[in-house]
């Protein structure tokens, strides 16, 4: 029996699948330059490709927000100041591919597992996910593909990456990892798709292999090996009473939330984008707490119409039916990029110049999108949030922006919703 963090709830028996990656052993070595930086763009070429691929299936399960981790890899994939450091390595040093791109990825790794904070600590996880497969296609090594596993299993690994919690399929029962936590892109994949996992458990690597029995204790936080039949029907009894309290808790769906002293408290989902709607109201959500806009812009090649976000728009407040909808501004800058625009370089973008300070700075991206959203307002019950304010001078200016559309929109004849409707300058820090 071996303990770790119970990362998403469930309980299941099955045999092991052990994954186990492909050793990547890179030595230094003279190359000729002109060569090894063809290789490298091969290389690079195909890992952009082969996120593509893994995003395009995952898409069938994830939704857009969670999808937005590919987004990311394909941004960091498609860095030019990364790939121009590696071959600044290859043609100053005149090294191997795989050598300089080993060094740049540890740099960066290394950067940011130093960091005091826990989500930039994670986000480590995603650099060596990208230069993993990197590394794999400049060596030629094989990674395993996981849609092809054809019967009940329980995934054990040293870790998981994003790419490979998006290809689990149904046959997938659990998983469990010998490192990782809570807040690990594969826990909150894994809870997204309701498969159980223990991440953090020690010894799990050194302790199974392919075909032992796993009893996984996702509720608790244990891994039984070849449990007894005792341990088993343990589990099975457990793997039952937790199912039939998912059910009893699907009566409650659209009860209303309310503490024993008499509270109310309002329940909403954040979404991505339309497809997320549904997943809201099947779960009792009772409005759209955070409409996050940024995936219309990043998953575009050009900045969306006012026509294009406007259909969007629409479409969530319809599908809402009525129920109140709070729509954050564009939110672009810091890790999250757009291939179309190039942002100036910053000590700290995560703070810098993003948000309302860009939509402040480049009026037109920001008036577009006031338009789309005023012009959306009638079909639903809107609110507006101006994300990362930071003064009172920069609420009053994106407020002023606001009230000019509304005012031009009147002007041209446009419907739009009544003060009482249409709630804005709702700025959450």
Same mark, same amino acid.
Do not use: W
């Given at each position: 029996?071996?303990?770790?963090?119970? @990362?998403?709830?469930?309980?299941?028996?099955?045999?092991?699948?052990?994954?186990?990656?492909?050793?990547?052993?890179?030595?230094?070595?003279?190359?000729?330059?002109?060569?090894?930086?063809?290789?490298?763009?091969?290389?690079? /070429?195909?890992?952009?490709?082969?996120?593509?691929?893994?995003? %395009?299936?995952?898409?069938?399960?994830?939704?857009?927000?969670?999808?937005a981790v590919f987004?990311?890899?394909?941004?960091?994939?498609?860095?030019?100041?990364?790939?121009?450091?590696?071959?600044?390595?290859?043609?100053?040093?005149?090294?191997? @591919?795989? +050598? @300089?791109?080993?060094?740049? /990825?540890?740099?960066?790794?290394?950067?940011?597992?130093?960091?005091?904070?826990?989500?930039?600590? $994670?986000?480590?996880?995603?650099?060596?996910?990208?230069?993993?497969? *990197?590394?794999?296609? *400049?060596?030629?090594?094989?990674?395993?593909?996981?849609?092809?596993?054809? !019967?009940?299993?329980?995934?054990? @690994?040293?870790?998981?990456?994003?790419?490979?919690?998006?290809?689990?399929?149904?046959?997938?029962?659990?998983?469990?990892t010998?490192?990782?936590?809570?807040?690990?892109?594969s826990?909150?994949?894994?809870?997204?798709? %309701?498969?159980?996992?223990?991440?953090?458990?020690?010894?799990?690597?050194?302790?199974?292999?392919?075909g032992?029995?796993?009893?996984?204790?996702?509720?608790?936080?244990?891994? +039984?090996?070849?449990?007894? $039949?005792?341990?088993?029907?343990?589990?099975?009894?457990?793997?039952?009473?937790?199912? #039939?309290?998912?059910?009893? *808790?699907k009566m409650?769906?659209?009860?209303?939330?309310?503490?024993?002293?008499?509270?109310?408290v !309002?329940l909403?989902?954040?979404?991505?984008?339309?497809?997320?709607?549904?997943?809201? *109201?099947?779960?009792?959500?009772?409005?759209?707490?955070?409409?996050?806009?940024?995936?219309?812009?990043?998953?575009?090649?050009?900045?969306?119409?006012?026509?294009?976000?406007? #259909?969007a728009?629409? /479409?969530?407040?319809?599908?809402?039916g009525?129920?109140?909808?709070?729509?954050?501004?564009?939110?672009?800058?810091?890790?999250?990029?757009?291939?179309?625009?190039?942002?100036?370089?910053?000590?700290?973008?995560?703070?810098? +110049?993003?948000?309302?300070?860009?939509?402040?700075? #480049?009026?037109?991206?920001?008036?577009?999108?006031?338009?789309?959203?005023?012009?959306?307002?009638? +079909?639903g019950?809107?609110?507006?949030?101006?994300?990362?304010?930071?003064?009172?001078? !920069?609420f009053?200016? /994106?407020?002023?922006?606001? %009230?000019?559309?509304?005012?031009?929109?009147?002007?041209e004849?446009v419907?739009?919703?009544? !003060?009482?409707?249409?709630?804005?300058?709702?700025?959450?820090?």
């Open positions: 029996m071996l303990k770790g963090i119970a @990362a998403s709830a469930g309980v299941n028996v099955a045999k092991a699948y052990k994954l186990e990656q492909p050793e990547v052993v890179i030595e230094k070595r003279e190359g000729e330059p002109a060569a090894e930086l063809q290789k490298f763009d091969d290389a690079l /070429a195909k890992t952009v490709k082969d996120i593509q691929g893994v995003k %395009e299936r995952a898409a069938k399960r994830l939704s857009d927000e969670e999808l987004d990311a890899h394909l941004m960091m994939a498609e860095d030019p100041e990364f790939a121009s450091q590696i071959k600044a390595m290859i043609e100053n040093d005149k090294v191997n @591919a795989e +050598y @300089a791109a080993d060094t740049v /990825a540890n740099q960066m790794v290394a950067m940011f597992e130093a960091m005091d904070n826990d989500y930039f600590r $994670e986000r480590a996880a995603d650099i060596k996910d990208v230069t993993f497969r *990197l590394k794999c296609n *400049l060596l030629g090594l094989q990674i395993p593909d996981l849609t092809a596993i054809d !019967e009940p299993a329980i995934i054990v @690994a040293h870790d998981l990456t994003p790419s490979d919690t998006a290809q689990l399929n149904e046959f997938v029962k659990g998983f469990a010998a490192i990782g936590g809570k807040t690990s892109h826990a909150i994949m894994a809870n997204s798709l %309701e498969i159980p996992a223990v991440v953090g458990t020690k010894g799990i690597m050194e302790n199974v292999k392919t032992d029995v796993i009893g996984l204790d996702a509720i608790d936080g244990f891994v +039984y090996v070849n449990p007894d $039949e005792v341990t088993v029907e343990m589990l099975n009894q457990k793997s039952a009473a937790f199912a #039939e309290e998912k059910e009893a *808790l409650m769906v659209n009860a209303k939330s309310i503490t024993t002293d008499g509270h109310e !309002e909403a989902g954040n979404i991505g984008g339309f497809k997320d709607v549904e997943g809201v *109201l099947k779960n009792g959500g009772e409005g759209v707490g955070l409409f996050r806009t940024e995936f219309l812009y990043m998953d575009n090649d050009h900045f969306p119409t006012e026509e294009e976000q406007f #259909e728009y629409k /479409a969530v407040l319809e599908g809402m009525g129920r109140k909808v709070v729509v954050r501004t564009l939110d672009i800058g810091g890790d999250k990029k757009l291939s179309y625009y190039t942002f100036p370089e910053e000590m700290n973008p995560f703070l810098g +110049y993003r948000a309302i300070r860009l939509c402040l700075k #480049e009026q037109d991206i920001f008036r577009t999108q006031l338009r789309a959203l005023c012009r959306a307002s009638v +079909y019950k809107l609110c507006i949030m101006f994300p990362m304010i930071a003064t009172i001078d !920069e009053r200016q /994106a407020k002023g922006i606001f %009230e000019d559309v509304k005012a031009e929109l009147l002007a004849g419907a739009v919703a009544d !003060e009482e409707d249409l709630h804005s300058g709702r700025s959450f820090l």
